[in-house]
């Protein structure tokens, strides 16, 4: 699994239906709050992920720092996969 | 004797201020204006007033101006909020005539000479609007008394400088600004919509107070910017406020202290938990609060019953002991009272009520659909989204309606009302009455 790829397509798609503009490029260290994708974006986007992959990281591991940039938000979603395929 | 917001705030002029930018207005410079305000708007004696937000220094004014002096205050964004009644004034007033067939009425020097002298001071009504709402507003009244009774003094609240993420005219930020003026706190208004840059500002002013949704406290998380304030003061309120939440500010703020607040625009104040667990302590059933008394009814609803204002409109809910059904579901799981949702089927998308069967009505408008079931799906970002599953005509291409149906939302409901997700049915299961099934894992 590709979960760079995953959210990137999921970011698309949530930004295709909430008529947000996604910047280009995003890059790792993207801020999450100026990639395009308003607050209603980013909970559609963890609730996409949630439908893509069948996890959601922020419900299941105990997340002390919330992710910032595209890398950690990125990085949160592996730490999860691993967890869930180890 | 009425007590009014004048009076209140009369007693901590000395140390409540209002920062914005480039200015710090005292409560004492607002409380220099009161009595020329009076002056020019005798009209206004005894009337109703939709008192328009403009900036946080006005509309404070305004309101410590008119409580006691008018009979009804109806608090507005700037651009009002749907369509007032025939009588209600404006204020700020319109400096141009309106065009015939404005419902605001303009004050005319005869009315202003037909007042007579000797006012006495009024038990002004507050109507706040409920939230999410678009076009026929909700509004729910309260007494100055019931708005101010879980205020807090001390020389620690005294000290706070309050940033407030709220609208000041919605009940929850009117909440944050009574208490931080009538504390003898400070209040900052930010001057950017930004949130990076409204959270530097924050830090510029050294804000040591915040009250916001759990939603808007993740969004805050993720700035990464929270650790540039001295936080000591962290308010939680709107939503359900989970553990996991709770925890992450903890550990962030281990010295801060942490309240999630139970509260609704109907009912007025409710209540404060301050132990860092979500819930609330099960002994509050049986003991009480101060101020209220709680119960869970049959239908696993919290009842309060308090001694302040309760909105007429909301007789039918009281029952004969005087308990308010809440609509809240609660779960006593050990020796905590857990939050489980509405039971009204109300979906809360970040602090924002959401009535399924309004946005039921909007798709229903769309050709090819034949049926409709709006609910809500949990979200960890946002508390719950919203989602829809639809019946369409068997000829009808499903995209298209998707897309239609979207279009139709657009024009009527407000973003966060728009199911984020509609779902291809075949049939949508009814209750033998005939009516929807609602399945609402936020309640």
């Given at each position: 699994?590709?979960?760079?790829?995953?959210?990137?397509?999921?970011?698309?798609?949530v930004?295709q239906?909430?008529?947000?503009?996604?910047?280009?490029?995003?890059?790792?260290?993207?801020?999450?709050?100026q990639?395009?994708?308003?607050?209603?974006?980013?909970?559609?986007?963890?609730?996409q992920?949630?439908?893509?992959?069948?996890?959601d990281?922020?419900?299941?591991?105990?997340?002390?720092?919330?992710?910032?940039?595209?890398?950690?938000?990125?990085?949160?979603y592996?730490?999860?996969?691993?967890?869930?395929?180890? | 004797?009425?007590?009014?917001?004048?009076?209140?705030?009369d007693?901590?002029?000395?140390?409540?201020?209002?920062?914005m930018?480039?200015q710090?207005v005292?409560?004492?410079?607002?409380?220099?204006?009161?009595?020329?305000?009076?002056?020019?708007?005798?009209?206004l004696y005894?009337?109703q007033?939709?008192?328009r937000?403009?900036?946080?220094?006005?509309?404070?004014?305004?309101?410590?101006?008119?409580?006691?002096w008018?009979?009804?205050l109806?608090?507005?964004?700037?651009?009002?909020i749907?369509?007032?009644?025939s009588?209600?004034?404006?204020?700020?007033?319109?400096?141009?005539?309106?065009?015939?067939?404005?419902?605001?009425?303009?004050?005319?020097?005869e009315?202003?000479?037909?007042?007579?002298?000797g006012?006495?001071?009024?038990?002004?009504?507050?109507?706040?609007?409920?939230?999410?709402?678009?076009?026929a507003?909700?509004?729910?009244?309260?007494?100055?008394?019931?708005?101010?009774?879980?205020?807090?003094?001390?020389?620690?609240?005294?000290?706070?400088?309050?940033?407030?993420?709220?609208?000041?005219?919605?009940?929850?930020?009117?909440?944050?600004?009574?208490?931080?003026?009538?504390?003898?706190?400070?209040?900052?208004?930010?001057?950017?919509?930004?949130?990076?840059?409204k959270?530097q500002?924050?830090?510029?002013?050294?804000?040591?107070?915040?009250?916001?949704?759990p939603?808007m406290?993740?969004?805050l998380l993720?700035?990464?910017m929270?650790?540039?304030?001295?936080l000591?003061?962290?308010?939680?309120?709107?939503?359900?406020?989970?553990?996991?939440?709770?925890?992450?500010?903890?550990?962030?703020?281990?010295?801060?202290r942490?309240r999630?607040?139970?509260?609704?625009?109907?009912?007025?104040?409710?209540?404060?938990?301050?132990?860092?667990y979500?819930?609330?302590?099960?002994?509050?059933?049986?003991?009480?609060?101060?101020?209220?008394?709680?119960?869970?009814?049959?239908?696993?609803?919290?009842?309060i019953?308090?001694?302040?204002?309760?909105?007429?409109?909301?007789?039918?809910?009281?029952?004969?002991?005087?308990?308010?059904?809440?609509?809240?579901?609660?779960?006593?799981?050990?020796?905590r009272?857990?939050?489980?949702g509405?039971?009204?089927?109300?979906?809360?998308?970040?602090?924002?009520?959401i009535?399924?069967?309004?946005v039921?009505t909007?798709?229903?408008?769309?050709?090819?659909?034949?049926?409709?079931?709006v609910?809500?799906?949990?979200?960890?970002?946002?508390?719950?989204?919203v989602?829809?599953?639809?019946?369409?005509?068997?000829d009808?291409?499903w995209?298209?309606?998707?897309a239609?149906?979207?279009?139709q939302?657009?024009?009527q409901?407000?973003?966060?009302?728009?199911p984020?997700?509609?779902?291809?049915?075949?049939?949508?299961?009814?209750?033998?009455?005939?009516?929807l099934?609602?399945i609402?894992e936020?309640?």
């Open positions: 699994m590709n979960i760079v790829q995953a959210v990137r397509s999921a970011m698309v798609e930004a239906i909430s008529d947000c503009h996604l910047i280009e490029p995003i890059v790792a260290d993207t801020l999450l709050l990639c395009g994708l308003d607050s209603l974006g980013y909970a559609m986007l963890v609730g992920l949630e439908e893509d992959l069948g996890f990281p922020f419900t299941e591991l105990a997340i002390q720092i919330y992710p910032s940039t595209f890398a950690e938000f990125v990085a949160v592996q730490q999860c996969y691993e967890q869930h395929w180890a | 004797m009425v007590s009014t917001f004048l009076a209140q705030l007693k901590r002029a000395n140390t409540a201020n209002i920062i930018q480039n710090v005292g409560a004492e410079e607002v409380i220099e204006k009161i009595a020329a305000i009076r002056r020019q708007t005798l009209h005894a009337q007033v939709a008192v937000y403009t900036n946080l220094t006005d509309f404070v004014t305004a309101l410590v101006a008119f409580d006691g008018c009979e009804a109806y608090l507005c964004p700037a651009d009002g749907g369509e007032l009644d009588g209600i004034y404006s204020w700020p007033e319109p400096y141009v005539e309106q065009e015939t067939g404005d419902k605001t009425r303009l004050f005319n020097t009315q202003k000479q037909a007042m007579g002298k006012y006495s001071l009024i038990a002004t009504r507050w109507y706040l609007a409920s939230s999410g709402t678009t076009g507003p909700k509004w729910f009244s309260h007494s100055f008394a019931s708005l101010t009774r879980g205020v807090k003094h001390s020389p620690r609240m005294q000290s706070l400088r309050w940033g407030s993420l709220y609208q000041p005219y919605r009940f929850a930020g009117l909440q944050v600004l009574l208490q931080a003026l009538l504390s003898g706190a400070s209040i900052v208004e930010p001057w950017s919509e930004d949130l990076l840059t959270m500002q924050y830090a510029l002013c050294e804000v040591s107070a915040i009250s916001a949704t939603s406290w993740r969004q993720r700035t990464h929270l650790n540039h304030l001295p000591i003061n962290i308010t939680l309120g709107g939503e359900i406020a989970d553990q996991a939440l709770l925890d992450i500010l903890h550990l962030t703020f281990p010295q801060g942490i999630h607040i139970y509260a609704s625009t109907e009912a007025g104040v409710g209540f404060v938990v301050a132990d860092n979500a819930g609330f302590p099960a002994c509050w059933l049986t003991q009480g609060i101060p101020g209220a008394a709680l119960m869970i009814d049959d239908n696993q609803h919290l009842r019953k308090s001694s302040t204002h309760i909105d007429p409109t909301l007789a039918h809910r009281i029952d004969v002991n005087g308990y308010l059904d809440t609509q809240d579901r609660i779960q006593i799981s050990g020796d009272v857990l939050f489980m509405r039971a009204s089927g109300v979906i809360n998308v970040g602090g924002n009520n009535h399924p069967e309004k039921e909007v798709i229903l408008q769309v050709p090819q659909v034949q049926h409709v079931r609910f809500g799906k949990n979200n960890s970002v946002m508390g719950a989204l989602m829809a599953d639809v019946v369409v005509n068997d009808a291409d995209a298209t309606v998707v239609n149906i979207r279009q939302c657009k024009t409901l407000q973003h966060f009302e728009i984020v997700k509609f779902y291809q049915q075949e049939k949508i299961d009814m209750s033998p009455s005939g009516k099934t609602r609402n936020n309640g």
